[in-house]
């Protein structure tokens, strides 16, 4: 019987089904032992090693409580019977629904502690990971000298099995390729193994040098346990672990568990109806910035979008079923239009498809809405006033450019939320080193204009945090700059960037801990579609599959010209639809929804952090109660009802196979009480 299918009665029968509890007959005229009460909690037992590091990340990141036990360390809990489960009101508890181990036996074979685990599991009907362990009997495979094989996985294509996808892994439809990003660099290495009786593979991948196919995830059931096998390494940043971890979770929890986990992907388009800037290749900088020598950017031809790039966009959109963030400066396309003859065909066109996207306040002209910003010096510092305080933009000055921007768009009929910012550059918040500060205006300027969301840069400020009575909102940016609109341009400038200064680069990336140089410059004509498209497909198809609904941005000179953004967002959606199942969709949320589903996480955490949530498991009922006001995040099968003061309502919107939602207590309920099928 598949995993997903035991998920649908009640805890005693799925332990019987599995063959992990043995039916006890009970006598004429005794009363039954009552059903075990589990705690909706996972324990980890960590090495240090990445697999078991990769799920805890996991886990952390779907919003399941855990408790973690350092192997290392000398201080650490003796796992024994009563650290595992114990009694309250007379009811047994299992203290933990499942338990993730670096391998099948880190404490030892027959040792104490791995006897009680093992007792453990076996009287609660508990599953256990093995993140990563080699292929031998006491996992249910053969060694890979029987018909296996062992070594480097980079760039094979394993694929879900039949069982996998009728368990837990329904939510994968096509091939699953691992990742190869360097030949010099062994990324994954695994062991391809036979099963032996009792194992049932889900993932699989042909025998490298021999017949036939070989395991690398799999359920070997024996002995009244069940373990999940997994027999190559992996980190938390491998595509392969990103598009596998959903379902290692949900086989952990047999599909009941705090948290919740959706792949997200938004895209915010900067700057539209401005003009950007041109990236110089003589000089390696951009004419007009101030740390720009000898270029003022007059004469140079700015870099703006068209009215056919505008019907492109608009079409791209529906034959991709994607919308796209446009985040305008009204003023700056009212200055372009009047330097140009008083007619703009690119904010007729758009304006024209105005209901085709979601627009975002990004201000009217784009201005620095931080310090004065003082240019004579490279670096920039902020400018000062007579007694040595710092000059600061002023809320009403702020204020006015929030009020004009979104005031226009009314006018237009655009589809715009007011509570909704997009600051130039972030700019308002603290920008270090030279602006360690918010503007101390920009609190103010927000409460007058009712933004409640204002954007902030993932890079430097990666946490969501409050600006007054607003909260921030992280973006991730794309390195598809935003002075290029040619391929050309666009590697002239990554060359620069990347490389050395022994190969005509700026030595930048020789100088950065977080950077690291290319081995040669990239070819001007080839290098963008061959290595900076794939480049940036797999970090922005990461933060997708990371449960991250985190917006990405770019800027409307990547729609114009060379068109620049579209191999990248095309390759991103053919990988995903590739790898995923229809029941598993991209979720593309507004700046307002993925500010609020961050501000639900945070107080979540909190919650969990601070033992304030309780929840748990008796047969069909999970019974869960958390601070007033805090939406708790549920994830459990097709079927589940959501019990009310009367009567039931279905629980959740569907994804991936299950149902969650974020959920708070009935009407005169204490507690969320939800009913398993």
């Known amino acids: 019987m598949a995993p997903r299918a035991r998920i649908r009665r009640s805890a005693a029968a799925v332990l019987t089904a599995a063959g992990l509890l043995t039916p006890v007959?009970?006598?004429?005229?005794?009363?039954?032992?009552?059903?075990?009460?589990?705690?909706?909690?996972?324990?980890?037992?960590?090495?240090?090693?990445?697999?078991?590091?990769?799920?805890?990340?996991?886990?952390?990141?779907?919003?399941?409580?855990?408790?973690?036990?350092?192997?290392?360390?000398?201080?650490?809990?003796?796992?024994?019977?009563?650290?595992?489960?114990?009694?309250?009101?007379?009811?047994?508890?299992?203290?933990?629904?499942?338990?993730?181990?670096?391998?099948?036996?880190?404490?030892?074979?027959?040792?104490?502690?791995?006897?009680?685990?093992?007792?453990y599991e076996r009287t609660y009907g508990i599953p256990q990971v093995d993140a990563y362990t080699w292929a031998h009997p006491g996992v249910g495979l053969d060694y890979t000298s029987e018909g296996g094989w062992a070594g480097t996985l980079d760039g094979r294509e394993a694929a879900v099995t039949d069982a996998g996808k009728a368990g837990p892994f329904d939510y994968l439809d096509g091939a699953l390729a691992f990742e190869d990003n360097s030949p010099a660099v062994q990324e994954s290495y695994g062991y391809v193994a036979r099963p032996r009786s009792g194992f049932t593979s889900y993932v699989d991948v042909p025998v490298p040098a021999g017949s036939g196919r070989g395991s690398l995830v799999g359920e070997y059931a024996h002995d009244g346990r069940r373990e999940l096998v997994v027999t190559f390494a992996y980190n938390q940043h491998q595509r392969q672990f990103r598009a596998l971890a959903r379902g290692i979770v949900e086989w952990l929890t047999q599909g009941v568990h705090l948290g919740r986990d959706r792949n997200y992907f938004a895209v915010h388009v900067d700057d539209v109806f401005a003009p950007d800037s041109r990236w110089d290749t003589e000089r390696d900088c951009t004419p007009g910035d101030f740390d720009c020598a000898g270029g003022d950017g007059e004469g140079t031809t700015p870099i703006r979008m068209t009215a056919a790039d505008a019907q492109y966009a608009a079409q791209w959109q529906r034959e991709r079923g994607f919308t796209l963030d446009m985040v305008y400066n009204a003023g700056s396309g009212e200055e372009w239009k009047a330097e140009n003859g008083g007619t703009d065909a690119l904010a007729a066109q758009l304006l024209a498809d105005r209901n085709q996207y979601r627009w975002i306040n990004h201000t009217y002209t784009h201005p620095y809405l931080g310090c004065v910003q003082d240019t004579s010096t490279v670096p920039w510092s902020c400018a000062k006033n007579a007694d040595g305080t710092t000059r600061w933009m002023s809320r009403a000055e702020i204020a006015a450019q929030i009020r004009d921007n979104h005031n226009w768009a009314v006018r237009q009929g655009l589809p715009v939320d007011r509570t909704e910012l997009v600051t130039g550059e972030h700019s308002g918040l603290k920008t270090l080193p030279q602006q360690p500060e918010d503007n101390p205006d920009l609190a103010g300027a927000l409460a007058d204009t009712g933004v409640k969301w204002i954007a902030s840069d993932n890079s430097r400020e990666p946490e969501q945090r409050a600006v007054g009575g607003a909260l921030t909102v992280p973006r991730h940016p794309m390195n598809v700059y935003y002075n290029v609109g040619t391929a050309e341009e666009m590697v002239d400038e990554y060359n620069f960037i990347y490389t050395s200064a022994a190969d005509g680069g700026s030595g930048i990336c020789e100088n950065n801990p977080t950077s690291t140089c290319l081995d040669d410059p990239l070819d001007p004509a080839t290098g963008y579609a061959s290595y900076i498209v794939p480049q940036e497909t797999r970090i922005a198809l990461g933060h997708a599959l990371n449960n991250d609904p985190r917006p990405h941005y770019v800027h409307q000179s990547n729609l114009a010209e060379d068109r620049l953004l579209y191999p990248v967002l095309d390759q991103v959606l053919a990988d995903y639809r590739a790898l995923f199942a229809d029941n598993t969709p991209l979720e593309n949320l507004s700046q307002k929804s993925i500010g609020t589903e961050l501000q639900r996480r945070t107080a979540w955490q909190n919650a969990v952090t601070n033992n304030r949530v309780t929840a748990y498991r008796i047969g069909n009922t999970i019974t869960v109660t958390a601070p007033s006001g805090v939406q708790i995040p549920v994830t459990a099968p097709e079927g589940t009802k959501q019990q009310l003061l009367l009567g039931t309502t279905t629980f959740g919107t569907p994804y991936a196979g299950t149902r969650s939602a974020w959920a708070t207590p009935a009407l005169l309920q204490s507690a969320l009480t939800l009913k398993l099928p």
């Open 25 to 119: 007959l009970i006598a004429p005229g005794a009363s039954a032992a009552p059903e075990p009460r589990i705690d909706l909690r996972v324990l980890v037992v960590d090495n240090g090693d990445s697999p078991v590091q990769a799920i805890t990340a996991q886990l952390r990141s779907t919003g399941i409580p855990y408790t973690t036990v350092q192997l290392t360390d000398p201080d650490r809990p003796t796992i024994t019977e009563a650290f595992l489960s114990d009694t309250v009101n007379g009811t047994p508890r299992a203290k933990y629904q499942g338990v993730v181990l670096p391998n099948e036996a880190p404490f030892g074979a027959g040792s104490a502690e791995q006897t009680a685990l093992e007792t």
